[in-house]
């Protein structure tokens, strides 16, 4: 009999963006509070979204082209599936999904036993600065999975070798309310086609198979595959089905107050639709999914 698992947590979710002010504007005026900018090494840069749940939005820009370039030639996957998914679907979207690990060399020989390696593990170091000021050096190691099927989403587990303890309180105290993201949303003509990818992912082997497709638990966030008929119940959108593969398309938040929620949004005239009692925003510029907010106590 297989040994139990314990489901990874949600690290972060990607999101590739046209620019970096582009997306602290937007995501300010949804009522989010925004991290300083900070660069990678390899070109990239990001405008983070921290939560209280430990989970965090990484908006996703370009800082150096050439830059980029390189570090994609050189082998750089998380640069190379930045550059693949901007030339498929443009500068606006939701590429990949980041668990946290203890372990992500052991994840990387996991994910190559089961031929599902998405390239070479990738170790950096970059500084980061506390809401106080004060810079100091973080260090990262991921371990990448992926499915040739599936060109446009991609995901990878992190571990954090050296990250200076800092006190984020203040970049986790948002207008909108919300506390952490309660669920992923993927879609996919046939989600169950990619039921074992999105498990071992989050190393969890229980799987929810439903008539809209399927969910899949992470520690503490949901992460489902939605049909075209589910996307449509759910989201009141049409998804293409004659493109295969999982495509990121929405981000489910959790709030202690909805009707707070759809004050302040209305109040900065913020469009909402109203589905199944969760409020939405439409994907716009600097927003490359869409945003539910779902009230939980």
Not at 55 to 63: D, G, I, M, N, R
Not at 84 to 98: I, K, L, P, T
């Given at each position: 009999m297989p040994s139990p698992r314990t489901p990874r947590p949600l690290d972060h979710v990607?999101?590739?963006?046209?620019?970096?002010?582009?997306?602290?504007?937007?995501?300010?005026?949804?009522?989010?509070?925004?991290?300083?900018?900070?660069?990678?090494?390899?070109?990239?840069?990001?405008?983070?979204?921290?939560?209280?749940?430990?989970?965090?939005?990484?908006?996703?820009?370009?800082?150096?082209?050439?830059?980029?370039?390189?570090?994609?030639?050189?082998?750089?996957?998380?640069?190379?599936?930045?550059?693949?998914?901007?030339?498929?679907?443009?500068?606006?979207?939701?590429?990949?999904?980041?668990?946290?690990?203890?372990?992500?060399?052991?994840?990387?020989?996991?994910?190559?036993?089961?031929?599902?390696?998405?390239?070479?593990?990738?170790?950096?170091?970059r500084p980061m600065r506390s809401p106080d000021g004060v810079e100091s050096n973080a260090s990262f190691r991921l371990a990448f999975a992926a499915d040739l099927r599936s060109p446009d989403f991609f995901g990878f587990t992190v571990q954090r070798l050296n990250v200076p303890a800092v006190d984020r309180t203040a970049l986790t105290a948002h207008d909108n309310g919300v506390a952490g993201i309660a669920e992923l949303v993927l879609s996919e003509p046939n989600p169950t086609d990619f039921q074992y990818f999105v498990q071992e992912l989050c190393n969890n082997r229980e799987v929810d198979a439903h008539s809209f497709g399927m969910t899949i638990e992470l520690a503490e966030t949901r992460v489902t595959v939605l049909n075209p008929a589910g996307m449509q119940a759910w989201y009141g959108r049409k998804a293409s089905t004659h493109s295969r593969g999982l495509r990121g398309r929405a981000i489910v938040y959790r709030v202690g107050d909805l009707a707070a929620t759809r004050s302040m949004l209305e109040g900065r005239g913020v469009a909402t639709r109203t589905i199944a009692g969760r409020l939405l925003v439409d994907e716009a510029p600097g927003q490359g999914a869409i945003y539910a907010f779902e009230e939980i106590r």
């Open positions: 990607v999101l590739p963006v046209p620019d970096l002010a582009m997306a602290r504007a937007r995501h300010a005026a949804l009522g989010f509070t925004v991290a300083p900018d900070a660069l990678h090494p390899f070109g990239t840069e990001n405008a983070c979204v921290f939560f209280a749940d430990n989970s965090y939005l990484e908006p996703l820009a370009v800082a150096g082209r050439e830059d980029c370039e390189a570090a994609a030639i050189a082998g750089n996957v998380f640069v190379a599936r930045d550059q693949a998914y901007r030339f498929r679907q443009g500068d606006n979207g939701f590429s990949a999904f980041v668990a946290g690990s203890s372990d992500a060399a052991a994840d990387d020989a996991h994910f190559r036993a089961l031929g599902m390696s998405g390239g070479e593990i990738l170790e950096f170091s």
